[in-house]
């Protein structure tokens, strides 16, 4: 039978049972979206599109008994135990399997005008999910945020048809259970999952209170928690293109639910539905499709945070988990192409990070004096104005950090996209040709937010003094408040203000580590870094308590950090860190030589004094300096070269 005609036969099928479709609109094929609406005539807006009847709408409903608006027309009943094991906590599986007797009785079926020009089970282009797709085509999706969920999808629908037949074995009255093959079963779940709309959305209270009696309130729980949905024939034609111009509506007291348009519609258009605020994985797993805009391009990023970093998150009142939903979507954040770009003045240009995702990076990479921060202030919520002050913030040094991971977790991403698209070759079908297009996609993605962390990670680097210095690319913002300073641009610092001092610590390094002045950073760095920083920090030490208000005065935006980092670790002093030092043993010769030594310079001979009246002389400033190094230092590549590098905030002083 030609396609038209079923498709006319299918609009006479729900007109004669209350189904209407507005006598502007037609439906049509189109060879992208398949069967579609389209406005025959101008539509005028908030014309109800459809109308669909509640008696020609299936689910669930259709198959539990005692029901008048949501009949089973003549269907077998299931098996009593079957309805009972499923239906409150699994109805879905009872809807899918009705959806199959359906298909099974064939002409015999209410719904078989309806079921008919639905994709087949034998006609998986149609089908289109990649689900469906053969492996040769799966292939190109591996490595993408489109893969496990195809895979967790097939595993879901095989223990949930199980679970059906063995409920359904068992009934003498079904003996035909092994009709209901694991293929069909794919396939009514493909038909649900592609076309059917939420309960709560479509199925009216006043419907259900007076139908199912005593059952009406299990039933009704089910209906409001969305645990199965509802085929609306003729209404679900409607395809998506990402642009909501419509309205949903339940109309209980004449036995509807409708689709209407918001905005006029010109004869000769195609009439889209709107499936939600949809990435492109979602609508590639989900329908078998991808829209053409970068808005929809969303690459989900999965945190694995320790059971303290959640805990800390948690105590964030910006964190607005819901327990019970979805407890994996917790720390699954969606990265967007945004406008990382084309940033506006004074912002980092990370807008388009999902909110929460620097937040738990930070609970993630917190150190003691973060961590109490965060706990002292639960209502400090970084991301809401992520603009330059965050760098000010009390996180700063947690922040660096969390851009830092991120970069790198962003980078691995893109190294897993390309090793697992190796070898694809070029596609030789719809399916491959839209997969590959979408691992494009991805890629770009993630390509423009690496670029990003990157360039604030290179850009904090620039940092090279406590002295108003502001790199030249945050020229504009003025006050860059923080940074993070190398061990080569310290030393500079240190010479180019303690020339001196500068010259007697580093001939004191030379001789240790053999190697000549000017010593080359880029070489020590590689094994010496926190060897050097705890070196240096001590050395800053000496010199503020050698000349006291005079060094405050003279390094003002610095005094900031050094007397932050007093205060902030004398709660860390209580607990004795500093009794021990915080190094590997591999270095504690090297740092002990040196520190002595520096100690020993005739330029601190006044620090000396006030050293070696404490009874542990130089070892307790020693051990703050290892905690100083150990916690406010961050570790970044830059140039091809991995260093810990320190984070220092000049702005905010106590
Ligand atoms: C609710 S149904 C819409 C009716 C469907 N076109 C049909 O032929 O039965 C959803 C399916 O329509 C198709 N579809 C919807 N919007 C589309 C789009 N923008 N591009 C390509 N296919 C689309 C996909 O196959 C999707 O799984």
């Keep these: 039978m030609p396609k038209q005609l079923r498709i006319d036969e299918l609009l006479e099928w729900g007109r004669s049972h209350h189904t209407i479709l507005h006598p502007s609109v037609e439906v049509y094929r189109d060879d992208v979206t398949g069967l579609s609406f389209r406005a025959k005539e101008d539509v005028p807006p908030g014309a109800k599109l459809v109308s669909c009847a509640y008696q020609t709408t299936l689910s669930f409903l259709n198959a539990i008994p005692y029901s008048f608006l949501f009949e089973s027309h003549g269907s077998k009943p299931f098996p009593l135990e079957f309805i009972s094991q499923l239906a409150l906590e699994d109805p879905h599986i009872i809807g899918h399997f009705f959806l199959m007797q359906q298909y099974l009785m064939g002409k015999r079926s209410f719904w078989w005008k309806y079921i008919r020009l639905l994709p087949q089970p034998d006609q998986p282009d149609l089908l289109a999910i990649p689900i469906w797709w053969p492996e040769a085509d799966r292939r190109f999706l591996w490595g993408t945020n489109a893969e496990p969920p195809v895979e ?187 406008s990382l770009v084309e940033r506006a003045k004074g912002s980092l240009g990370l807008e388009s990070l999902p909110h929460g995702l620097l937040e738990a990076l930070i609970c993630m990479v917190a150190n003691n004096r973060e961590r109490r921060f965060i706990e002292q202030n639960p209502q400090y919520c970084l991301q809401v104005d992520l603009d330059f002050d965050s760098f000010a913030g009390p996180l700063y040094r947690a922040f660096f950090s969390a851009i830092r991971i991120l970069y790198i977790k962003i980078r691995l991403e893109m190294e897993r996209l390309h090793d697992t698209g190796e070898g694809l070759g070029s596609p030789s079908n719809h399916n491959q040709t839209m997969a590959l297009k979408y691992r494009t996609q991805q890629n770009s993605v993630l390509m423009k937010a690496s670029s990003r962390l990157s360039q604030i990670l290179e850009d904090a680097l620039l940092f090279k003094s406590f002295d108003a210095q502001v790199p030249e690319t945050f020229q504009n913002d003025q006050n860059f408040p923080a940074g993070l300073l190398t061990l080569m641009h310290a030393f500079s610092w240190l010479q180019a203000q303690y020339s001196g001092v500068h010259d007697s610590v580093v001939s004191i390094i030379s001789e240790d580590q053999e190697e000549d002045l000017p010593l080359d950073w880029r070489l020590l760095i590689v094994d010496w870094d926190n060897t050097y920083w705890c070196v240096w920090i001590y050395t800053i030490w000496l010199l503020w308590a050698r000349d006291g208000q005079a060094f405050q005065e003279r390094h003002p935006a610095f005094r900031t950090w050094l007397d932050e980092m007093r205060m902030a670790y004398s709660k860390d002093q209580q607990d004795g860190a500093y009794d021990i030092l915080h190094a590997s043993p591999s270095e504690v010769e090297t740092i002990n030589l040196t520190v002595e030594a520096i100690t020993n310079l005739p330029q601190f001979k006044s620090a000396r004094d006030i050293l070696m009246s404490h009874e542990k002389g130089w070892e307790p400033l020693r051990n703050f300096a290892s905690f100083v190094a150990k916690e406010e230092t961050v570790a970044v590549t830059s140039g091809g070269l991995e260093q810990r590098v320190l984070a220092i905030n000049k702005t905010r002083g106590p």
């Design 152 to 338: 967790i999808r097939r595993k879901l629908w095989m223990i949930e048809r199980a679970k059906g037949i063995k409920l359904l074995e068992s009934s003498p009255e079904h003996q035909d259970w092994d009709e209901y093959t694991q293929k069909l079963y794919f396939w009514a779940a493909t038909i649900f999952g592609t076309r059917s709309f939420r309960a709560s959305l479509t199925v009216p209270e006043e419907g259900l209170v007076e139908q199912y009696k005593g059952n009406h309130k299990a039933i009704w729980e089910c209906v409001t928690q969305d645990r199965f949905s509802v085929l609306l024939p003729i209404l679900d034609i409607g395809n998506h293109d990402g642009v909501n111009r419509v309205e949903w509506s339940k109309h209980p007291d004449t036995g509807h639910f409708a689709l209407s348009t918001c905005k006029a519609v010109e004869k000769g258009e195609q009439i889209f539905n709107y499936y939600g605020d949809k990435s492109n994985s979602e609508l590639l797993v989900g329908y078998g499709f991808t829209l053409d805009s970068p808005s929809q391009d969303v690459v989900n990023l999965k945190l694995v945070p320790s059971a303290e970093a959640i805990r800390l998150r948690r105590s964030q009142s910006c964190h607005n988990h819901r327990p019970t939903s979805h407890p994996e979507e917790e720390f699954m954040f969606g990265v967007r192409t945004g």
